[in-house]
């Protein structure tokens, strides 16, 4: 995609007035020419895909958007109440101690600011802490220099070389202190490598740590590929209905567990291995077994692989050189199209419902096995993130999770430096986390939110437009433009019908602050805001979104998150650890601002993670897909345009 992304918001007022249009400034950087990256992967700055062909004809460019003010919209078109925590980040377990904090006095402020930035515009986050690395994870009394994760290889670990983990309770500990701060709430991977007896020694020990910010115990990561990663042999549909039968019955005989209905599943990815989520409801008659035992249908999800095949002599190959690169091309032009993401879960979603059970996408990503290069970093990776959270939230799911995988991936919300540094300024944000800042800000706090598809355009499939309604009435539209066009020539106009009560001012923000590149960010959003203005007409409202880009509408004054008045609660790094990657907070003598508003934001320009000046004159390895991948999406005051 372009160099400049943009993703914008917009207020609708009061009649006969003007709207105000904020922006940003970002920095312009270049990669040394001729250099050779070979660094982690999180970090690699290459491989920039052509921007996907520009449909031909184009498709009508100037149109109308009605909107319901009835009290009655469309529930085949609208999900389930959902809150602005909707759309989540799926942590690995295996990096809980550099993401989240090693123990409870000792907890990153950068993982804590990025979760305040949620917090203010969405409400508490929910995340998740699982994924491979949890189906052999062993909980012990204390490891060496004072850790709280150790990785090594005991039995198979597949083609994503997942690691062992041993952990202390110190991961929970600092997942409790993030949670009295934040209000983080948490779904828990366990171990489903053995079932008889059940490894429930995680589950007995985190439940009195977490209490109530515990929502679900995720128990068994992908079922249907235990074949595949050498963990069972001829493992069918029948077989895990079996095991999940024995872990049931050992948590219910557990004196030491007491949420006997936290249980989630089945959890399976459905990735050409012949099982169905809808089958083991229908066939294996998973709900009616388990029904009374849980408290979410949980579904895995990746739309396809970058990983390596098996080859006859146990020997893994690759996909590289001129092949990935095509590959990735295919890929690139397919995403940057409105469609129809997950058809397969529409029966799950009337399921979940029927049975009166949130329905939750626990894990996906743009790809599994680390993504691609040029993709998964890049701005689109943003549209297509959110596109796809809000066709789920509008199908009637009640959560998604992007995964974060560590340095070997592309495909991050966000990442520690893979280094021992003191200094705050380190961590990367990466495209999916402006998927989730925007979906959180567009659902908003409130709890009784329902998203529905607007089907802008006949559907067109390079765009796309979603309603948020509360108490039935629409407050938000969000609307996507999949085009690449740097002419503005496929930038498109939505006239939106109003209700005609105050409700022709815009207030449009290219609300273009930044976290940084890479390793520039502590987890707090920097820039400097710049204003103009553009007419409404009556009570229609015309929203010009950039090619590409997407941009969120306020209908209603009081639904604006405005970050020049409200308050967001900052954690300063007061404190260092001299023991890995970045510095850290005290947990137990933490000291937070009482937030920062607009007027305090103004003096801290000079001092923001990214300095344009700084950047611009920088030419070497670290800096070239910043402007595609982390630093040009710009939001909140009182929308989103992504600046490319």
Known sequence: M?????????????????????????????????YTYSGWEAYDFNQHMTPPPLPTPAPTLDFPIALDYGGNPDGTVTGIEVAGSFLGVSIEMSLAEVLIGPNASWVWPQFLNLMSNLKERGGPPVLRLGGNS??????????????????????????????????????????????DLIGIHWFMGAPMNQTQPARLEIIEATEPILGDYLLTWHIGNEPDLYNNHG???????????????QIRDAIQADPNIQGKNKMGGPAICECNTGWSNIDLVNNQHYLDLFGSNLNALIVMHYPTDNCPTLNPDGSWTHIEGQVLIDKTQGLFNNY??????????????????????????????????????????????????????????????????IHLGGHQAYYNPFMSPPWNSSAPFMWTVGPPFYSILVASEFIG?????????????????YMAGYVVY?????????????????????????????????????????????????????????????????????????????????????????????????????????????????????????????????????KMVNAQTSNPQKNTNKNDATSNRISTAIATIGMFVTGLVALL
């Not at 709207?19 to 950087?29: G, I």
């Not at 909980?139 to 997942?162: A, C, D, M, Y």
């Open 445 to 461: 706090p409130n709890g009784n939110t329902r998203v529905g598809d607007l089907k802008i355009n006949g559907d067109n499939s």
């Open 134 to 179: 949890q189906e052999k994870a062993a909980l012990v009394p204390e490891l060496e220099k004072g850790h709280s994760i150790k990785r090594q290889v005991i039995g198979p670990s597949s083609f994503t070389n997942t690691p062992t983990v041993l952990f202390t309770k110190g991961i929970m500990e600092a997942m409790k202190v993030a949670s």
């Open 231 to 245: 963990y069972r042999v001829n493992y069918t549909e029948e077989a895990y209905i079996l095991e999940y039968t």
């Open 2 to 34: 372009r160099l400049t992304t943009s993703l914008s918001p917009l207020l609708l007022a009061a009649a006969g007035a003007r709207a105000q249009v904020a922006s940003y400034p970002l920095p312009v950087v270049l990669p040394t020419p001729g």
């Open 470 to 602: 509360e108490n039935n009435q629409p407050v938000r539209v969000l609307l996507i433009n999949f085009m690449d066009d740097p002419s503005g020539a496929h930038d498109y106009t939505a006239r939106i019908q109003t209700n005609g009560v105050a409700q022709a001012k815009f207030n449009i923000t290219y609300a273009n602050q930044t976290f940084g590149g890479y390793f520039e960010s502590d987890g707090v959003l920097r820039g400097t805001q710049f204003t103009d203005q553009i007419p409404c007409q009556g009570n229609i409202c015309s929203v010009k979104v950039k090619a590409p880009g997407a941009t969120v509408v306020f209908l209603t004054s009081d639904t604006i998150f405005d970050a020049n008045t409200d308050k967001i609660e900052t954690f300063a790094t007061t404190a260092t650890t001299k023991m890995y990657n970045t510095a850290a907070v005290d947990g137990l003598t933490l000291a937070t601002t009482n937030g920062l508003n607009g007027q305090a934001r103004l």
């Open 336 to 401: 940057a199209r409105h469609n129809l993401r997950t058809p397969t879960y529409l029966p799950m979603a009337a399921a979940a419902q029927g049975a009166g059970k949130p329905l939750v996408l626990l894990e996906t990503n743009t790809a599994s096995c680390n993504g691609y290069l040029g993709l998964s970093d890049a701005f689109l990776a943003t549209l297509w993130n959110l596109d796809l959270a809000m066709q789920l939230a509008s199908y009637g799911f009640s959560h998604m999770m």
